[in-house]
């Protein structure tokens, strides 16, 4: 397994993993699964203008995915975190979020944030391993405004 930087050329890429991502897991995005899917070619490219994207690649095919969306200055907001059902537990979401932290390292970036749904003990559990804190700051989510989020913070 190995975890790639997308480039300006890998919108087709981003198109497929996060639109799987959406189909899969839509309880656990702000986004839409008929919304993404609507997106045309400068949709996606305008994502990965807007955020680095790192995929997990194993036996050639994508197992998952991770942005970093650049929503203030100082302050990334880690995104769009997916691992493929057949590739769970195995430690994909450990190398996505590593891979973020380097890159965000690398721009010197002092902290990332991000949002997660109330009761994915999933997605909590990988975030709070990797040294996120819980802030207690919360906002319904986009998709289903009857769910909270929580917002957590990791300083790099
Ligand atoms: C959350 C997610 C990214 C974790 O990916 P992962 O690579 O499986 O991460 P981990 O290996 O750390 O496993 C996390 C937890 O998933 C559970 N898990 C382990 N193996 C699993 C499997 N085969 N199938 C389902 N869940 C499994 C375990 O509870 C584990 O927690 P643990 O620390 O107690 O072992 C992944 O479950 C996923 O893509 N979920 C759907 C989308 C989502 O919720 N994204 C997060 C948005 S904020």
Redesign the pocket.
């Known amino acids: 397994m190995e975890v790639i930087r997308l480039t300006g050329d890998d919108w087709r890429t981003l198109c497929e993993v996060r639109l799987a ?1 959406l189909a ?2 839509p309880h ?2 702000g986004s839409t699964l008929a919304g993404e899917a609507a997106s045309d070619e400068a949709d996606w490219r305008r994502r990965l203008d807007t955020a680095l994207w790192v995929v997990a690649v194993h036996a050639g095919g994508p197992a ?1 995915l991770a942005g970093l969306y650049l929503s203030e200055p100082d302050t990334p907001m880690l995104i769009s ?3 493929s ?1 057949d ?8 190398a996505l979020v590593t891979e973020v932290f380097r890159w965000a390292k690398e721009n010197r970036w002092s902290s990332v944030v ?4 109330d009761g ?4 909590r ?2 975030f709070l ?1 990797h040294g996120f804190a819980p802030t207690g700051r919360r906002e319904p989510l986009e998709s289903d405004p009857g769910v909270l989020t929580e917002m957590l913070v990791r300083a790099l």
């Open positions: 991502a899969d897991a656990a995005y998952g975190v997916w691992v059902p590739h769970r537990g195995l430690g994909v979401g450990d991000l949002r997660v749904a994915n003990d999933a997605a559990g990988l391993r």
